[in-house]
């Protein structure tokens, strides 16, 4: 996993990527719905653009993963609880992907 501590970085994607991070707290603080998160972190990987492909897949492939259980979850009419450890288990490595201070 390629981590932005060892990219450089234009101002114009700090600031996507700290609102993306910002994304993910307020997830986690129960500010937002999983549905949102999905939406607002998929718009912003959309935005960047200075960051590696290699960088940019990784983050969408744990993005998507957010995107297919929330899917999953509606069509099964299931809570999207069922399916957490998956969930935190993405927002875990979504994390780790944007560290970088």
């Known amino acids: 996993m390629k981590k932005l501590k060892n990219l450089s970085l234009t101002e114009y994607d700090i600031r996507q990527l700290k609102l993306m991070k910002e994304a993910l ?3 986690e603080e129960n500010k937002v719905s999983l ?8 718009g912003l990987l959309n935005c960047l653009q200075d960051l590696s492909d290699e960088w940019k897949e990784n983050f969408h492939e744990n993005w998507f993963e957010l ?6 979850a509606l ?22 992907l944007l560290e970088f201070y």
């Open 35 to 42: 549905n949102l998160l999905i939406n607002r972190l998929g």
């Open 75 to 96: 069509d099964r009419n299931e809570p999207i609880s069922k399916y957490s450890i998956g969930i935190n288990e993405s927002i875990g490595n979504l994390k780790k």
């Open 67 to 72: 995107e297919q259980m929330y899917a999953v």
């Open 25 to 27: 707290t307020d997830y």
